[in-house]
């Protein structure tokens, strides 16, 4: 069993930054893959990025890439989301989730955090 947090959303400016943390209270979770998914209103639920348990892979999707960083401290139980050059479509609820492998579906990932708001205001 893995427990998620998430938090560091607020309110950033187009062109701003934030950075999002997940952590994570359970036994073994650098054993986990860790995925940041976000859902808009009226939107499904869309991936974001993801890293892998071992070697530290990182997937992201076209809509952040070179903008958004995933990082993991295992010695935290942390994973964080950088993002950089904020736009306000980026504006949804952020989420964090783990599983033993990447997904790109949220169907993938058996726990998730709660979820934590960012707006991009224009």
């Known amino acids: 069993q893995v427990q998620l947090v998430e938090s560091g959303g607020g309110v950033a400016q187009a062109g701003g930054s934030l950075r999002l943390s997940c952590a994570a209270s359970g036994r073994d979770f650098s054993n986990y893959a860790v995925g940041w998914f976000r859902q808009a209103p009226g939107k499904e639920r869309e991936f974001v990025a993801a890293?892998?348990?071992?070697?530290?892979?990182?997937y992201y999707a076209d809509s952040v890439k070179g903008r958004f960083t995933i990082s993991r401290d295992n010695a935290k139980n942390t994973v964080y989301l950088q993002m950089n050059s904020l736009k306000p479509e980026d504006t949804a609820v952020y989420y964090c989730a783990a599983d033993f492998r990447v997904g790109w579906r949220p169907s993938e990932y058996d726990y998730w955090g709660q979820g934590t708001q960012v707006t991009v205001s224009s």
């Open positions: 890293i892998s348990w071992s070697v530290d892979i990182t």
